[in-house]
Nanobody, 124 residues
Framework: QVQLVESGGGLAQPGGSLRLSCVAS????????MSWARQAPGKGLEWITG????????YYLESVKGRFTISRDNANNTVYLQMNSLKPEDTALYYC?????????????????WGQGTQVTVSS
């Protein structure tokens, strides 16, 4: 069965960095787009970034563009999220999601599986 396991969350200071990882299993990883989404306290799940199945194209929500970078390693079934210049408003539970095809869909409904999430807290 499909499994997505996120890790790498934690506490960071404003302006700091964190790198999230998501290890996938149960499907042919290189055939599907992958994305990251987040859920802040009291808010809904928000798509933030996605990557095409072969890694050749990436997409970002405007609020994270230039600060976050998504990448993937298809040989090791892993997708990453490098987060720099973190802000308190980036505090959320971060999830990776498996796309329904090769192309990135920029809404959470475009994904059929999500991991259990990893908490990111940005605070001084």
């Amino acid at each position: 069965q499909v499994q997505l396991v996120e890790s790498g969350g934690g506490l960071a200071q404003p302006g700091g960095s964190l790198r999230l990882s998501c290890v996938a299993s149960g499907f042919t990883f290189g055939n599907y787009a992958m994305s990251w989404a987040r859920q802040a306290p009291g808010k809904g799940l928000e798509w933030i970034t996605g990557i095409y199945s072969d890694g050749s194209d990436t997409y970002y929500l405007e609020s994270v563009k230039g600060r976050f970078t998504i990448s993937r390693d298809n040989a090791n079934n892993t997708v990453y999220l490098q987060m720099n210049s973190l802000k308190p408003e980036d505090t959320a539970l971060y999830y990776c999601g498996k796309g329904k095809g090769k192309f990135v869909i920029t809404v959470v409904a475009g994904y059929d599986y999500w991991g259990q999430g990893t908490q990111v807290t940005v605070s001084s």
